[in-house]
Nanobody
Framework: QVQLVESGGGLVQPGGSLRLSCAASGSQLRIVVMGWYRQAPGKQRELVATITNDGNTHYADSVKGRFTISRDNAQNTVDLQGNNLMPEDTAVYFC?????????????WGQGTQVTVSS
């Protein structure tokens, strides 16, 4: 199994910054991808950013240029730095891990952390 512990989140003023962190633990992690998704009230969960083992990143168009994802493979952690936050960034943010032991990649999710952008 994989356990994910998120930290960060909270209330941020528009234009402000926030950093989310997530640590993965467990035996035989064999993580192939880590990332962040978010879900706003009344909306479906959507991708924010992902990063692979070799550092390839992918961002949602809505956060390009404002958010940066980074990863420490040795520590099995993934961070999300968000700058110039906007009210539409308000959502519950979920840490994501894709793990591959045998066969297809299996998805694991954190419990979620609330980010509210408001004055």
């Amino acid at each position: 199994q994989v356990q994910l512990v998120e930290s960060g989140g909270g209330l941020v003023q528009p234009g402000g910054s926030l950093r989310l962190s997530c640590a993965a633990s467990g035996s035989q992690l064999r993580i192939v991808v880590m990332g962040w998704y978010r879900q706003a009230p009344g909306k479906q969960r959507e991708l924010v950013a992902t990063i692979t083992n070799d550092g390839n990143t992918h961002y949602a168009d809505s956060v390009k240029g404002r958010f940066t994802i980074s990863r420490d493979n040795a520590q099995n952690t993934v961070d999300l730095q968000g700058n110039n936050l906007m009210p539409e960034d308000t959502a519950v943010y979920f840490c994501y891990v894709g793990r591959q032991l045998f066969g297809p990649i299996r998805d694991y999710w954190g419990q979620g952390t609330q980010v509210t952008v408001s004055s």
